[in-house]
């Protein structure tokens, strides 16, 4: 079994900066990690090549310096990894990064099964896995909360939707988005991690791509774009009441008076 997991780095603070002309994040330079969604997509992966045999290629969009996270998805078990990068491709929304996407893994050949994480922690929209099924013209599923049934032909899932599960059956090649605590992803492996110091991490550039039409990548491919991004007002700070029952009862009376939530 072929299969493809699609991880992302994503700001390891609330601290970043945003670029005034476009509304995109700054992500040279900042503290980044590996999107934590993505760490079940991969752990699940992992699992069923050791249950069904096969390898696992990890893909990413993004700057050079993506290429540690490639290394570290090395030493958990990824057999290959492949990273997006190319000035063209900067300042892409939903659209164009899982059409990218969707383009990188066509250059790369076949595959069986594509793993996304449920969505990541910088955008949210939960949007990208199915996006690239879309591209691809291949069945999908999401918010998969378990792998029921592996065969060489078809994978069996089950989704958690809200209020129902329901069982989905899908023939290869297909996609899935896993849930958070599908599985507990496993911690980077020191003898791997000496075993694959050497192996090279591969790059596609725009050149690669099987559509070279500029109006489908980058800023120029986003129909969407964002007007502002902005940290959430910080929590007030606690208060203290000092005193007996009634000195404590009487300062938090006039607290919420003050504060109007009393009248």
């Not at 049934?149 to 290869?172: A, G, H, P």
Request: hydrophobic share 35%; aromatic share 8%.
């Amino acid at each position: 079994m072929k299969i493809i997991v699609c991880i992302k780095q994503v700001p390891a603070t609330s601290e970043v900066e945003v670029d005034p002309e476009n509304g995109t994040l700054k992500r040279l330079g900042s503290q980044t990690k590996t999107n934590p969604y993505d760490l079940f997509a991969l752990e699940t992966a992992l699992r069923l090549k050791e249950q069904a045999g096969g390898t696992v290629t990890v893909v990413t969009m993004g700057p050079p310096q993506a290429e540690q996270m490639m290394k570290d998805a090395y030493s958990m078990g990824a057999d290959d990894a492949v990273i997006l990068s190319d000035k063209k491709f900067a300042g892409s929304d939903v659209l164009a990064t899982s059409y990218t996407l969707a383009q990188g893994i066509h250059a790369l050949g076949g595959y069986d099964l594509i793993i996304c994480g449920r969505q990541t922690t910088d955008g949210d929209t939960a949007q990208i896995g199915p996006a690239i099924a879309e591209h691809l013209g291949i069945p999908h599923t999401a918010w998969v909360s378990e792998i029921c049934y592996v065969s060489e032909k078809t994978i069996s899932v089950r989704q958690d939707l809200f209020s129902i599960t329901q069982v989905s059956s899908m023939n290869y090649p297909c996609l899935i988005t896993v849930d958070k605590d599908i599985f507990v992803p496993r911690l980077p492996s020191y003898r791997l991690k000496k075993a694959t110091a050497d192996r090279p991490v591969r790059y596609l550039s725009f050149d690669d791509m099987p559509d070279k039409d500029l109006t489908r990548y980058g800023l120029v491919g986003s129909p969407t774009t964002v007007e502002r991004i902005f940290a959430p007002p910080g929590a007030e700070k606690q208060v203290y009441i000092a005193g007996d029952a009634a000195q404590k009862s009487r300062q938090l009376y006039d607290l919420l008076r003050k504060k109007k939530y009393l009248i």
